[in-house]
Nanobody
Framework: QLVDSGGDLVQPGGSLRLSCEASGFTFSRYDVSWYRQAPGREREFVGGMISDDGRTTWANSVKGRFAISRDNAKNTAYLQMNSLKPKDTAVYYC???????????????WGQGTRVTVSS
């Protein structure tokens, strides 16, 4: 499973770091992504990191402001969010996708979400 945490109320221009702690699977073998869902809107992709080489990809709306990192020894991924804007307000979800072993089935896991509110 995945457990998301770190959401909070923050002022515009502020920073926040979200955490995603994994358990029950081999976290290092999984690609990690972050999604968000704002009130009244559909869930959208924020950014992701490939497990093999650490390459990242980002939604244009957050490129240059957000960063993903992971600590496989702690089975945890992080989303560092800087220069936050009111439009970043949403529930943020961690997602892991991968296989326990080569040619095995693909598994997918979602965190329960953590709420980020950007407001003065």
């Amino acid at each position: 499973q995945l457990v998301d945490s770190g959401g909070d109320l923050v002022q515009p221009g502020g920073s926040l770091r979200l955490s995603c702690e994994a358990s029950g699977f081999t976290f290092s073998r999984y690609d990690v992504s972050w999604y968000r869902q704002a009130p009244g809107r559909e869930r959208e992709f924020v950014g992701g990191m490939i497990s093999d080489d650490g390459r990242t990809t980002w939604a244009n709306s957050v490129k240059g402001r957000f960063a993903i990192s992971r600590d496989n020894a702690k089975n945890t991924a992080y989303l560092q969010m800087n220069s936050l804007k009111p439009k970043d307000t949403a529930v943020y979800y961690c997602h892991a996708l991968g296989r326990e072993y080569s040619f095995g089935p693909t598994n997918t896991y979602w965190g329960q979400g953590t709420r980020v509110t950007v407001s003065s």
